[in-house]
């Protein structure tokens, strides 16, 4: 009986781990989330992708079903600045108007990278091409 219930067990969260709806491939619950080249979906602790190249001009969303809050903060001394709560099943946007890099942190989970390397926690970067 024992080891019945250890092989149904197994088979429970092999399923679950790649089933989108239980936080497996499509980054968790809530409707899931695919990262694009200018979507971004916070899995556990990490933004993915880390790190995104776009055009002036284009708009990147930020969308939680990580079934954890968030934030999208950017980093200090930013010359574009922004901040949003993103709590599970929210999503962010914002449009970078100018060539430039951005860093942006999560408040809960991330430090502000300020420079500093290597990063701090969950952060990621925007590079804006003219």
């Known amino acids: 009986m024992h080891i019945r219930l250890l092989a149904v067990a197994a088979i429970v969260v092999?399923?679950?781990?790649?089933?989108?709806?239980y936080g497996g491939g499509g980054g968790g619950g809530g409707g899931g989330c695919t990262p694009t080249a200018t979507q971004v979906c916070p899995l556990a602790t990490?933004?993915?992708p880390v790190t995104l190249t776009i055009t002036a001009g284009q708009t990147v969303t930020w969308k939680n079903s990580s079934g954890v809050g968030h934030t999208v903060?950017?980093?200090?001394g930013s010359t574009d600045t922004y901040?949003?709560?993103l709590a599970?099943?929210?999503?962010?946007t914002h449009q970078?108007?100018?060539?430039?890099?951005?860093e942006y942190y999560c408040q809960i989970h991330g430090t502000d990278r300020n420079g500093a390397t290597p990063p701090g926690g969950m952060h990621g970067t925007i590079t804006v091409n003219p």
């Open 14 to 21: 092999g399923a679950a781990c790649s089933n989108p709806t």
């Open 83 to 85: 901040t949003s709560s």
């Open 73 to 76: 903060t950017s980093a200090t």
């Open 46 to 48: 990490t933004f993915s």
């Open 96 to 102: 970078f108007l100018t060539a430039g890099t951005y």
């Open 88 to 92: 599970n099943g929210a999503t962010f």
